[in-house]
């Protein structure tokens, strides 16, 4: 654990310090530097080599408190900015509050403090941000927000970076912190091309950044406040006189999700009248290569336990909301589960399928992996007897476009699949796509149409199989709108193509940068274009050839 002091006086020193639970981290105080960024090449380099020197523990206790301050602190009941839904403003479910802000704004407010929403949206390019006068009113009337949360993404990231400083000019005061895919994997990079964040979290955010809030806005001295971030997991924290630097190469990631909060008091009429969405668990046990995912390759849930008291939260909250339930639209009964693979652990899935039967809630949708239909290489053919096709269905609701699962299927082409390291072939695909649709489950299965590998014979196998399957599952099997590989900044994917010669066909369309430290530039990608010609040129004309898009 590391504080790097920009502010010291005399030479460069360091020093042991004993945090509030008995452990011990570094204080390095630099001499008077002029810096542009916090996070430069030679103070990386500099607290690199000092880190492995011993700390002699007998020094902690001469450690004088510093004069130097952090900024003033907030009212006691701090408010944060918290944005309901930045993405997808111009879809239909886009008004409904983000499972990322509701889980972290139900710990902030279990953690004391007063959670302000926006509903402020990003523009779909990413690029900009659109409300910008309703969300200055709203920092007119809230002049004292203490924080503004932000998750942050690549694929936003200019936007996102642009509302920081509209946040800023607005609220000098207010802090900014980021959380989410982009920082939780490149947190230096993010500091470096982001000066506008003041704290940055990996992975859990509503884990840390509630108890950094309390840190931060608390009455105790400079010295005790320092300690108490140190103790802190996967965090970074600056101003204009320091940074904080606490297990920063670890990401926080409780085994066990029955610690998280969710305050269904927060849901409003908009939030469930088109049916609620839940995350139940994290994770799934595939390694795509072109997955971000912080749970690639592993997997947690919440017990059974928690599942039922949370839906049983959910329908008490609808009836909450509209009287009674001849009173409220049928669809709010209907729930989505946005969990990567929903049947990781099938007994734990089934028993919750069970209860929602049960509960008078039926499945508005969920997500599912190929794999998980089989067992030992073997299609399971228990887990599909005993998976229910009624838990789908409301009496009430108009089904026939309804979407059951969503599957991550992504191509059905052998060598495509291999590319993408799926792990299953088509003759696999085929087997869950029409064991499904005997059941009577609409399924609608995620299509990856290029990337930079990708050769015309693929394109062809494609169009093939689809027209194949679309004969016999009709009418229980779609595809959803076939996309571009985006072969992400680190990804097997984009090594893979840099390697091979072929990193102007991943189009990276911006790079992010600071002058004269290329360790801190972050390509941003637009989506891969095939190499061969033959397949490049027969792009267009593939989505007309394809049944059943959705």
Known sequence: ??????????????????????????????????????????????????????????????????????????????????????????????????????????????????VVFSDLKLTLSGEDFERGEELSGLLRENADISFAALTLSESYFRGAEKLARFI?????????????????????????????????????????????????????????????????????????SRIVLSRIDASNAERELDGSRLDFGMLTRRDVAGGGTLYLSRGCMNACSFCVSLNKGGYRAVSTVKAKE???????????????????????????FYDDDFFVDKEWALEILGFMKGSGLFVGFLQAAV????????????????????????????DKKKTDIFIGTENFSGSELKRLGKGYGYREIKRVAEALSA??????????????????VDLRKNIAALTALNKTCSPYFDILRPGRLFSFFGTPSYRRAVAAGLSGFINVKDVLSVRGFPEYDYPLVGGDSPAEREADAMLRAVPSRLPSIK
Request: proline share 5%; with cysteine.
């Open 1 to 114: 654990m590391l504080e790097i002091n920009l502010a010291g006086s005399g030479g460069d020193r360091v020093f042991p310090v004993k945090t509030v639970k008995g452990g011990l981290f570094r204080l390095i105080s630099l001499k008077p530097r002029r810096y542009n960024l916090m996070t430069r090449g030679e103070i990386r380099g500099f607290f690199a080599g000092v880190a492995r020197s011993p700390v002699n523990t007998a020094d902690a206790a001469s450690v004088k408190c510093r004069r130097n301050s952090l900024p003033a602190a907030a009212l006691r009941v701090p408010k944060i900015l918290v944005f309901r839904s930045l993405l997808n403003a111009e879809l239909e479910d886009s008004s409904c509050i983000h499972q990322a802000s509701w889980f972290l704004a139900s710990a902030l407010k279990a953690g004391g403090a007063r």
């Open 168 to 240: 800023k000019k607005k609220l000098p005061a207010c802090r900014i912190a980021v959380g989410g895919i982009m920082p939780s994997r490149y947190p230096f990079n993010v500091l470096a091309n982001l000066p506008s964040a003041d704290i940055l979290v990996r992975g859990d955010g509503e884990n840390i950044f509630p108890e950094a809030v309390s840190i931060l806005c608390g009455s105790a001295p400079v010295e005790v406040v320092e300690q108490k971030l140190m103790g802190l997991n996967g965090f970074a924290y600056r101003d204009s």
């Open 371 to 398: 794999k998980s239909f089989f067992r030992k290489g073997r299609l399971n053919q228990d887990f599909l007897k005993r998976l229910d096709s009624s838990v789908f269905r409301s009496r009430e609701v108009p």
């Open 439 to 456: 059941k009577k489950i609409r399924q609608s299965h995620h299509f990856i149409m290029c990337n930079a590998f990708t050769r015309a």
């Open 310 to 336: 949370w839906l049983a939260a959910y329908k008490e909250r609808v009836l909450e909301l509209f009287g009674s339930e001849a009173g409220a639209p049928a669809r709010s009964f209907g729930l989505g």
